[in-house]
């Protein structure tokens, strides 16, 4: 009869050794036993990348990467991204079931009543020069909020986490927002209640002289739906830092800082950013071969394409092609939509992307749709972070309440020089 159970044998010593399986997985500890004496230490697995090391148990997010399914708390991105707001995403990742009425109306009253920041945070943000990165400034000032509420270190306070949940969601857009606005030598604009949590982003990004600012509905409904698909993709880069520092047990503002600095790395969120640097760049559809032929000679990547986890179509970026088209009849095309089309279609027909499965991701589309709408490149990131913000956090819970948490403390292989003297430096 099937047992759930691996059984290895060690050629090195003729032993076999049976390990449990559960959900397809051994526990890498299980493997410690395998031991060629008593004095060894035990084996261990390589797993550099953690490209097929699982380092949670976790029920928010689905990715299945060879059929491009992404799915929330059992909700297919697509019905999301169609029917919901972001809000209603973000507590449904953060609670794992999507807001009754009465419940939905209360969190969206408590994160537009605590997007305002202390002055003492503006001021700490004049601090920076003209030309700071805007994703500089928000991990440096996400971190600086921990100083203003410290009783957000009693992590395992219900009530405190809550409020700390409320204040980051609330606050991410005014400092994306204020760090915008201190680049351009701009007076700071306050956070305004009456508006939604895309429709106060705008205004707090791009409010001039009008004694009224109205958001365009068009392109406050494309972020909202932007911000949805941003909201969370299980275990990548960014989540995983969340988890690793806030395994520590910090405050939240501290673990998601860490987070924003994992997200800012050109190979993850910083990747909607380099595709506007490449499209510029290649300058026209003619130089497309050409710049294909410089990737394929491994001169470079092509941003915006190819996941660790997806070996199909991103959903996300179905969603955001589709998405670009509604903006663009707002703003008008943006001039580099030829350009990314073009290299669509070169790269989905060659050999070399087809055999590695790559395939535009979440990052293609949305820096052109931003540019489109008046949003510079060095902001294109901040705007992952901020609905990004709602997965960091519901990881960070899920962890908490996990009963094998333990903090994050990878091994290694030790491949160093085994035992040296010490040589004075004067004989050396
Ligand atoms: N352009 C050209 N070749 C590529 C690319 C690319 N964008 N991505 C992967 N490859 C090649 C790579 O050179 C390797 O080829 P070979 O087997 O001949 O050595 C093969 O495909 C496998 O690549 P890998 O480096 O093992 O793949 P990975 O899973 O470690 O990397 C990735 C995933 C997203 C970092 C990578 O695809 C990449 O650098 N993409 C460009 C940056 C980007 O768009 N990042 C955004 C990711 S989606 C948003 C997010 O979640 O942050």
């Known amino acids: 009869m099937a047992k759930d159970t691996l059984t290895i044998t060690d050629n090195r010593t003729g032993r076999a050794y049976e390990i449990p399986v559960e959900n397809d997985t051994i526990r890498a500890t299980d493997l410690r036993q395998i031991k060629v004496n008593e004095g060894d230490f035990g084996m261990m697995s390589y797993d550099p990348s953690f490209s097929n090391t699982a380092a949670c148990k976790s029920s928010i997010t689905f990715i299945d990467g060879e059929k491009g399914v992404l799915k929330h708390r059992g909700y297919p991105i697509e019905q999301l991204a ?91 857009p005014t400092l994306a927002a204020f760090s915008y606005r201190h680049t351009l030598g701009l007076p700071y604009v306050y956070p305004d209640n009456d508006l939604s949590y895309v429709g106060n982003f705008l205004k707090m990004l791009f409010r001039m002289t009008e004694a009224k600012y109205e958001p365009n509905p068009v392109i406050e409904k494309a972020i909202d739906v932007l911000f949805i698909l941003h909201a969370d993709h299980e275990q990548n ?58 990737i394929k000679e491994g001169e470079f990547r ?74 510079p490149m060095s902001m294109f990131t901040t705007l992952f972070a901020i609905p990004r913000t709602a997965g960091w956090l519901a990881q960070w819970l899920e962890m908490l309440d996990d009963q094998e948490l333990k903090i994050a403390r990878p091994r290694q292989i030790y491949i160093g020089p085994k035992m040296r003297e010490y040589i004075p430096l004067q004989e050396r």
């Open 82 to 172: 169609e029917r919901s707001t972001f809000l209603e995403v973000a507590y449904l990742l953060l609670y794992g079931e999507l807001p009754k009425k009465r419940e939905y109306e209360k969190w969206v009253h408590e994160i537009t009543h605590h997007t305002i920041i202390h002055e003492k945070i503006k001021k700490f943000m004049d601090g920076f020069r003209y030309d700071a990165h805007p994703m500089g400034m928000l991990i440096s000032t996400v971190a600086a909020l921990s100083t203003f509420y410290p009783e957000a270190k009693d992590i395992f306070d219900e009530k405190s986490r809550e409020m700390q949940i409320y204040r980051l969601i609330a606050k991410m």
């Open 237 to 294: 880069c960014s989540a995983n830092a969340m988890r690793s520092v806030g395994s520590s047990q910090p405050d939240p503002y501290s673990a998601t800082a860490a987070a924003i600095a994992a997200l800012y790395g050109p190979l993850h969120g910083g990747a909607n950013e380099a595709v506007i640097h490449m499209l510029n760049e290649i300058g026209s559809k003619e130089n497309v071969p050409a710049f294909i032929k410089r």
């Open 302 to 375: 092509l941003m915006g394409f190819g996941h660790r986890v997806y070996k199909a179509y991103d959903p996300r970026a179905k969603i955001i092609k589709q998405i670009a088209h509604d903006v663009f009849e707002t703003t008008g095309k943006n001039p580099l939509l030829d350009i990314a089309l073009e290299l669509e279609k070169i790269a989905l027909d060659d050999d070399y992307f087809v055999k590695r499965k790559l395939y535009p991701n979440v990052d293609f589309y949305s820096g052109l749709i931003y540019q489109s709408m008046g949003i």
